[in-house]
């Protein structure tokens, strides 16, 4: 899963996003309101946390953004005010969740898989499925029913990916900065190649026709 991580004080960014990586997420992370919202809508991240007082666009006005153009993406809000006031104004801004700084580390994690869960289907050990495609996020596991699937890492994100946006359209641009990453110097193609390896590794179990091909647009891991 990936989230994204927006903070303008470095030295807690990069603490946050130490903390997530150790947990084995793929963590984004921006000092400013501006690459915050760009890199929000591109839509390839499974949650968003933002301090709300940010240069150049402040996370308040991000959330607004983002929820008038109909993004779903659980919010988590960091802040150092705590008054009930702006707890209630992030809140009704359309986030998700409000966590005062300084907070502990371990109530950060509770949080966000909390919020994770939320996102769909994802269990307390934090499992996703869909019909009898099962993820294990933590320890990027996948099986069809009982049946492990042999998978590289790369094929196992993207198969995550499918699974959280199940019967959703991602473009390939989306799988590619999700899975690549904005500053990777691979081409665009991979994506074409990879959906075919993991049509091969699914292709065994009848599963390979779940990845449907939506001319000009991209994938949808749906059953027909």
Do not use: C
């Amino acid at each position: 899963m990936r989230i994204l991580v927006v903070e303008d004080e470095k030295t807690l960014r990069e603490a946050v996003t130490d903390v997530l990586s150790e947990e084995n997420y793929l963590v984004d992370g921006v000092g400013t309101g501006d690459e915050g919202l760009y890199l929000a809508e591109q839509g390839i991240h499974d949650l968003l946390i933002l301090d709300i007082m940010l240069p150049e666009l402040n996370g308040l006005e991000i959330v607004k953004r983002l929820r008038n153009k109909g993004d779903s993406t659980p919010i988590l809000l960091l802040t150092a005010k705590d008054s009930l006031e702006d707890k209630v104004t992030g809140l009704n801004s359309g986030a998700d969740d409000y966590l005062v700084k300084p907070f502990a580390v371990p109530e950060l994690l509770a949080r966000v898989k909390a919020l994770l869960r939320r996102r769909g289907n994802v269990g307390q050990e934090g499992e996703i499925a869909y019909h009898d495609i099962v993820i294990n996020s933590k320890l990027k596991q996948a099986s069809v029913g009982e049946q492990p699937l042999d998978l590289t890492l790369k094929e196992f994100e993207l198969l995550e990916f499918f699974v959280l946006n199940s019967e959703q359209i991602l473009t390939r641009e989306q799988i590619f900065d999700r899975i690549w990453g904005f500053e990777s110097e691979t081409t665009g193609g991979i994506v074409d190649l990879y959906v075919h390896y993991l049509r091969k590794k699914l292709a065994p179990y009848g599963k390979d026709t779940l990845i449907n091909t939506v001319r000009g647009a991209g994938f949808m891991l749906k059953e027909k």
